[in-house]
Protein backbone atom coordinates (compact mmCIF):
# COMPACT_ATOMS: atom_id res chain seq x y z
CA UNK A 1 0.00 0.00 0.00
CA UNK A 2 1.48 3.12 -0.93
CA UNK A 3 0.67 7.20 -0.41
CA UNK A 4 0.09 8.74 -3.82
CA UNK A 5 -0.20 12.53 -4.27
CA UNK A 6 -0.90 14.10 -7.54
CA UNK A 7 0.18 17.57 -8.33
CA UNK A 8 -2.05 18.94 -10.93
CA UNK A 9 -1.33 22.13 -12.35
CA UNK A 10 -3.22 23.11 -15.67
CA UNK A 11 -6.34 25.54 -15.64
CA UNK A 12 -8.21 23.17 -18.01
CA UNK A 13 -9.76 20.84 -16.07
CA UNK A 14 -10.98 17.86 -17.01
CA UNK A 15 -9.61 18.42 -20.63
CA UNK A 16 -6.24 18.79 -19.63
CA UNK A 17 -4.23 16.37 -21.13
CA UNK A 18 -1.59 16.34 -18.23
CA UNK A 19 -4.68 16.21 -15.46
CA UNK A 20 -5.56 12.74 -18.09
CA UNK A 21 -2.01 11.77 -18.38
CA UNK A 22 -1.62 11.57 -14.46
CA UNK A 23 -4.55 10.06 -13.63
CA UNK A 24 -3.41 7.04 -16.20
CA UNK A 25 -0.35 6.55 -14.16
CA UNK A 26 -2.03 6.87 -10.90
CA UNK A 27 -4.70 4.15 -12.07
CA UNK A 28 -1.65 2.14 -13.28
CA UNK A 29 -0.51 2.43 -9.68
CA UNK A 30 -3.60 1.69 -7.71
CA UNK A 31 -3.67 -1.62 -9.50
CA UNK A 32 -0.28 -2.54 -8.69
CA UNK A 33 -0.63 -1.50 -4.77
CA UNK A 34 -4.06 -2.29 -4.39
CA UNK A 35 -5.43 0.13 -1.25
CA UNK A 36 -3.17 2.95 -2.01
CA UNK A 37 -4.35 6.36 -1.01
CA UNK A 38 -4.86 9.35 -3.37
CA UNK A 39 -4.09 12.85 -1.78
CA UNK A 40 -4.70 15.97 -4.84
CA UNK A 41 -3.43 19.34 -4.71
CA UNK A 42 -4.62 21.16 -7.20
CA UNK A 43 -1.89 23.85 -7.19
CA UNK A 44 -3.89 26.10 -9.60
CA UNK A 45 -7.24 26.17 -7.41
CA UNK A 46 -4.38 26.44 -4.09
CA UNK A 47 -3.07 29.56 -5.83
CA UNK A 48 0.11 29.54 -4.08
CA UNK A 49 1.19 33.09 -3.12
CA UNK A 50 4.32 34.55 -4.95
CA UNK A 51 7.00 34.53 -2.17
CA UNK A 52 7.17 37.79 -0.35
CA UNK A 53 9.71 39.01 1.91
CA UNK A 54 7.77 37.44 4.56
CA UNK A 55 8.27 34.38 3.60
CA UNK A 56 11.99 34.89 2.24
CA UNK A 57 12.91 35.90 6.00
CA UNK A 58 10.70 33.28 7.82
CA UNK A 59 12.57 30.26 5.62
CA UNK A 60 15.48 31.21 7.19
CA UNK A 61 14.54 31.58 10.98
CA UNK A 62 14.34 28.59 13.34
CA UNK A 63 10.67 27.15 13.60
CA UNK A 64 10.84 29.21 18.03
CA UNK A 65 12.04 32.37 16.31
CA UNK A 66 8.64 32.95 14.06
CA UNK A 67 6.42 36.16 14.74
CA UNK A 68 2.50 35.10 14.35
CA UNK A 69 2.28 36.92 10.82
CA UNK A 70 5.63 34.66 9.59
CA UNK A 71 3.81 31.58 10.94
CA UNK A 72 0.62 32.69 9.22
CA UNK A 73 2.50 33.36 6.02
CA UNK A 74 4.24 29.50 6.35
CA UNK A 75 1.13 28.09 6.51
CA UNK A 76 0.66 26.60 2.85
CA UNK A 77 4.40 25.81 2.80
CA UNK A 78 4.31 23.68 6.07
CA UNK A 79 1.31 21.95 4.54
CA UNK A 80 2.81 21.49 0.82
CA UNK A 81 5.94 19.92 2.64
CA UNK A 82 4.06 17.87 4.86
CA UNK A 83 2.43 16.30 2.03
CA UNK A 84 5.17 15.61 -0.02
CA UNK A 85 7.19 13.67 3.10
CA UNK A 86 3.88 11.47 3.83
CA UNK A 87 3.63 10.61 0.08
CA UNK A 88 5.57 7.45 -1.31
CA UNK A 89 5.10 7.95 -4.68
CA UNK A 90 4.58 11.78 -6.27
CA UNK A 91 2.97 12.56 -9.78
CA UNK A 92 3.30 15.77 -10.99
CA UNK A 93 0.93 16.65 -13.74
CA UNK A 94 1.78 20.06 -16.02
CA UNK A 95 1.51 21.55 -19.31
CA UNK A 96 4.37 22.58 -21.38
CA UNK A 97 3.84 26.70 -21.36
CA UNK A 98 6.26 28.97 -23.06
CA UNK A 99 8.54 26.12 -23.44
CA UNK A 100 8.43 25.50 -19.20
CA UNK A 101 6.32 25.25 -16.62
CA UNK A 102 3.41 27.35 -15.08
CA UNK A 103 3.43 29.53 -13.19
CA UNK A 104 1.32 28.00 -10.77
CA UNK A 105 3.53 25.14 -10.26
CA UNK A 106 6.45 27.41 -10.00
CA UNK A 107 4.63 29.34 -6.82
CA UNK A 108 4.16 25.60 -5.60
CA UNK A 109 7.86 24.76 -6.08
CA UNK A 110 8.80 27.80 -4.31
CA UNK A 111 7.35 27.26 -1.30
CA UNK A 112 8.22 23.77 -1.26
CA UNK A 113 12.25 24.20 -1.61
CA UNK A 114 13.08 26.03 1.55
CA UNK A 115 16.58 25.02 3.25
CA UNK A 116 16.19 23.11 6.89
CA UNK A 117 12.85 21.39 5.47
CA UNK A 118 13.78 19.88 2.61
CA UNK A 119 17.38 20.31 1.83
CA UNK A 120 20.12 21.41 4.00
CA UNK A 121 23.78 22.72 3.89
CA UNK A 122 24.61 21.28 7.25
CA UNK A 123 27.54 19.22 5.91
CA UNK A 124 28.75 21.71 4.23
CA UNK A 125 27.45 21.08 0.63
CA UNK A 126 23.49 20.39 -0.51
CA UNK A 127 21.66 17.37 0.87
CA UNK A 128 18.49 17.19 -0.32
CA UNK A 129 16.15 15.78 2.63
CA UNK A 130 13.10 14.39 0.84
CA UNK A 131 14.59 10.94 0.60
CA UNK A 132 13.16 7.44 -1.15
CA UNK A 133 10.29 9.08 -3.32
CA UNK A 134 9.33 7.90 -6.48
CA UNK A 135 8.16 10.71 -9.00
CA UNK A 136 5.99 11.02 -11.93
CA UNK A 137 6.19 13.44 -14.70
CA UNK A 138 2.76 13.70 -16.88
CA UNK A 139 3.62 16.29 -19.54
CA UNK A 140 1.04 17.55 -22.29
CA UNK A 141 2.01 19.85 -24.97
CA UNK A 142 0.88 20.80 -28.47
CA UNK A 143 4.35 20.09 -29.63
CA UNK A 144 6.71 17.00 -29.78
CA UNK A 145 9.60 17.71 -27.50
CA UNK A 146 11.29 14.12 -26.16
CA UNK A 147 12.77 13.92 -29.23
CA UNK A 148 13.74 16.05 -32.46
CA UNK A 149 14.61 19.45 -33.14
CA UNK A 150 12.41 21.15 -30.14
CA UNK A 151 14.11 18.87 -27.67
CA UNK A 152 16.51 21.67 -26.59
CA UNK A 153 13.36 24.01 -26.23
CA UNK A 154 11.87 21.94 -23.54
CA UNK A 155 12.78 23.86 -20.12
CA UNK A 156 9.91 22.09 -18.12
CA UNK A 157 11.36 18.09 -17.80
CA UNK A 158 15.21 19.12 -17.34
CA UNK A 159 13.77 21.82 -14.73
CA UNK A 160 11.57 19.44 -12.38
CA UNK A 161 14.30 16.79 -12.71
CA UNK A 162 16.72 19.23 -11.21
CA UNK A 163 15.17 20.82 -9.03
CA UNK A 164 13.46 17.29 -7.42
CA UNK A 165 17.08 16.32 -7.57
CA UNK A 166 18.21 19.39 -5.23
CA UNK A 167 15.40 18.13 -2.24
CA UNK A 168 16.65 14.68 -2.82
CA UNK A 169 14.30 12.79 -5.30
CA UNK A 170 16.13 11.18 -7.92
CA UNK A 171 13.90 7.76 -8.68
CA UNK A 172 11.93 10.27 -11.58
CA UNK A 173 9.93 8.64 -14.40
CA UNK A 174 8.53 10.96 -17.12
CA UNK A 175 5.45 10.16 -19.44
CA UNK A 176 4.23 12.63 -22.48
CA UNK A 177 1.20 13.55 -24.23
CA UNK A 178 2.49 15.02 -27.54
CA UNK A 179 2.04 16.94 -30.57
CA UNK A 180 -1.64 17.05 -29.53
CA UNK A 181 -1.52 20.37 -31.96
CA UNK A 182 0.33 19.30 -34.96
CA UNK A 183 -2.18 17.64 -37.81
CA UNK A 184 -0.79 14.02 -38.61
CA UNK A 185 -0.05 13.51 -35.28
CA UNK A 186 -2.67 14.97 -32.70
CA UNK A 187 -5.31 12.48 -34.01
CA UNK A 188 -3.67 9.78 -32.47
CA UNK A 189 -1.31 11.58 -29.28
CA UNK A 190 -3.45 11.21 -26.23
CA UNK A 191 -3.97 7.60 -27.02
CA UNK A 192 -0.59 6.72 -27.37
CA UNK A 193 0.46 9.32 -24.53
CA UNK A 194 -1.74 6.95 -22.34
CA UNK A 195 -0.60 3.72 -23.91
CA UNK A 196 3.02 4.42 -22.77
CA UNK A 197 2.61 4.19 -19.49
CA UNK A 198 4.54 1.41 -17.35
CA UNK A 199 4.99 1.13 -13.92
Known amino acids: MKKILHIVSSPRGEESNSTLLGKSIIEK ?11 VNNV ?10 VHVVAYRLPDDSHT ?11 AAIAELFAAD ?22 HIVRPGKTFSYQTGKVEGLLKQKEV ?3 IASNGV ?31 RIEGSGIPGVMETAVQKG ?3 VVV
Request: glycine share 6%; hydrophobic share 40%; aromatic share 12%.
Open 29 to 39: LLAQYPGSTVT
Open 44 to 53: VEKQYQPLQS
Open 68 to 78: QDQRIALRESN
Open 89 to 110: IIVISTPLYNFAIPAALKGWID
Open 136 to 138: YLA
Open 145 to 175: FSDGPMKTMDHAEPYLRFILGFVGITQIATY
Open 194 to 196: LES
